[in-house]
């Protein structure tokens, strides 16, 4: 099959979980011996040329680079590219993304369109109330308009039932355990410490709550400076703005009185590695998710993980030791002492934990298959199609 993917920044993915997502499902299809076309965005890739990598077709297409224009014109042009090169399947990714979807229902009717719904981006605070109300568009779009929609998790598989009564398929983002990197130089630029610092690893955009965590870790410096576990302890922030730049402003604000707080700004290949792989933990006290990329990678890393208690995260997390309570400073404070407080091996066992729970659910080998049997039945009604029309004339 031909096969389309539209919505996503681009490929080689270098930061964003979506991005992440579509690379490494991309490469997976053409090993099956499928030929895929990621659209990508020259201010991401960094290059105003075509290329392939393993395998794949990354093809620019121009936007118009603004918050509230970049996605949706870009996935336009796409869509428009794409229905001129006959595509079996279209795959958007993401629900604003999807407001276009119905092109190709309409002027292109034997390819099949395919929707993965992310996350419930309207939850997002960057967005202003027009944007919010596009969005939620959107989100009929991505649940009407496609032959097929995905959902990553049981919590938007439900949401898609409730809000429009459309069934999904579930198929959560997957992620592949991999060697931790035993080299620490890249940390030394941050003074890092192996083992001596958390993280938190996202974009630097309010609902995921790293003001929540810098006010939790100072006060949990403050309240325990003599705790050894504690007073050498650092918070690295991993991220940048996403058109957010006044709160990270705010954030670098409330960080300044705390030289233990390190913004490392967005990192990738082995820099991110690294500093997933060498954190005591990682934290993530985000209010919005659809199935953190992040808290996988680091689960896979065999990392103890704090989170906060949204629904996505308890698909994730059983563990009460590991889950806060949303949006709460205080009981994030506590959490973080009583894990930090932890014996070694019971830190170690709660990373083993993660990393079994990655490698029974959540591994590019047991979710694949279930991306395949949607690509293929779609393959399958499209070659009746062509058979039965090939009848006809």
Not at 69 to 81: N, Q, V
Not at 125 to 153: D, M, Q, V, Y
Not at 207 to 235: M, P, R, V
Request: with cysteine; hydrophobic share 35%.
């Amino acid at each position: 099959m031909k096969i389309a993917m539209i919505g996503q920044k681009g490929m080689p993915a270098v930061q964003g979980g979506v991005e992440k997502h579509v690379h490494e499902l991309s490469i997976r299809l053409v090993e099956f011996g499928h030929k895929v076309t990621v659209y990508a965005r020259k201010w991401y890739t960094g290059s105003y040329e075509d290329f392939k990598t393993e395998g794949v077709e990354v093809k620019h297409l121009p936007s118009i680079h603004t918050k509230h224009l970049d996605a949706i014109t870009h996935s336009l042009t796409s869509t428009l590219h794409a229905i001129k090169n006959n595509y079996d399947v279209i795959h958007y990714h993401g629900v604003g993304p999807s407001l276009v979807s119905w092109i190709p229902r309409l002027f292109a009717r034997k390819t099949k369109v395919i929707v993965t719904f992310h996350s419930i981006d309207r939850y997002h605070s960057k967005w202003n109330i027009f944007a919010k109300t596009i969005l939620r568009l959107g989100e009929w779009t991505a649940c009407k308009f496609p032959h097929e929609t995905i959902t990553i998790s049981q919590s938007l598989q439900k949401y898609c039932i409730n809000e429009f009564t459309t069934d999904t398929y579930c198929i959560p983002n997957a992620f592949d355990p991999k060697s931790a990197p035993t080299n620490t130089t890249e940390l030394e630029k941050f003074g890092l410490e192996k083992d001596n610092y958390l993280v938190m690893i996202s974009r630097l955009v309010p609902h995921k709550g790293a003001h929540l965590l810098i006010d939790a870790f100072s006060k949990l410096k403050l309240a325990h400076a003599d705790d050894e576990k504690i007073k050498n302890l650092k918070l690295a922030i991993v991220g940048g703005s996403a058109y957010t730049d006044k709160y990270v402003k705010e954030l670098h604000k409330m960080a300044s009185t705390n030289n233990q707080i390190i913004f490392t700004d967005f990192q990738s290949g082995e820099t991110l590695n690294q500093l997933y792989a060498h954190a005591k933990m990682l934290v993530h006290p985000s209010d919005n998710e659809g199935l953190p990329f992040t808290v996988l990678e680091a689960m896979s890393y065999s990392k103890p993980v704090l989170v906060s208690n949204i629904p996505e995260h308890l698909e994730l997390i059983d563990d009460p030791r590991a889950i806060f309570t949303t949006r709460d400073t205080e009981n994030l404070e506590k959490k973080l002492y009583n894990v930090l407080s932890l014996p070694e091996e019971k830190l170690q066992g709660m990373g083993q934990r993660n990393k079994n729970t990655i490698e029974k659910y959540y591994t590019w080998g047991k979710l694949m298959p279930k991306i395949i049997e949607v690509y293929g039945e779609l393959a399958d009604e499209r070659n009746e199609e062509l058979i039965a029309s090939e009848g006809v004339a």
